[in-house]
């Protein structure tokens, strides 16, 4: 309960900051001033939508309101297929889940083929977050000297800020689909 209550208090507060009045955050989230009220008063049955929309307005990350931490992503982070928990985390990542940050444009999906014939790819760095699922046959994502073998079904969430490349890990083509925030 005093989790709910301190949303409530992050979301007044980001309103207020932001110099925004209750009409104005009520009709941008399309529903009556009265219901957002309550939410800013007590937190209690408040959608997770209207949060995530609330993050957006704001320009915060949804774990900001929700925890008041941000969890940009500063390494890297496994989730194995059927364990739904965190392996092999890279020193110095300090957060359970990923949240992207909604203010970056999230590219559409696309699916890559890796070959097993395939030279590996040199390391690479961009901006944003990336994740990866593993699809089809093994692929093993690399950052700088540390390989992480993924199987289908195992996805993983990293930094691309580190340098970081993806090669075919097994004898048969590997595939997976990968997103990015830029």
Avoid: W
Wanted: aromatic letters at 10%; glycine letters at 8%; proline letters at 5%.
């Amino acid at each position: 309960m005093d989790e709910i209550k301190e949303i409530a208090m992050r979301i007044k507060e980001l309103r207020e900051v932001c110099d925004y009045t209750v009409d104005q955050i009520a009709a941008r989230l399309g529903i009556p001033k009265e219901v957002y009220e309550g939410y800013e008063a007590t937190g209690d049955d408040i959608p997770i939508n209207v949060i995530y929309q609330l993050a957006k307005i704001y320009n915060v990350d949804l774990s900001d309101i929700l925890t008041g931490v941000s969890a940009k992503l500063n390494t890297y982070q496994v989730v194995r297929k059927g364990e739904g928990q965190a392996a092999d985390r890279y020193p110095g990542y300090a957060f359970k889940d990923l949240a992207y940050n909604y203010a970056n444009q999230i590219m559409q999906p696309f699916i890559v083929t890796l070959d097993p014939s395939d030279e590996p790819a040199d390391l690479v760095c961009h901006r944003g977050e990336e994740f990866n699922l593993c699809l089809k046959g093994k692929v093993i994502v690399t950052f700088a000297d540390q390989e992480i073998l993924l199987e289908a079904g195992d996805s993983i969430y990293f930094n691309p800020n580190y340098p970081h490349g993806q090669k075919c890990g097994g004898d048969e083509p590997g595939i997976f689909l990968t997103v990015i925030a830029e």
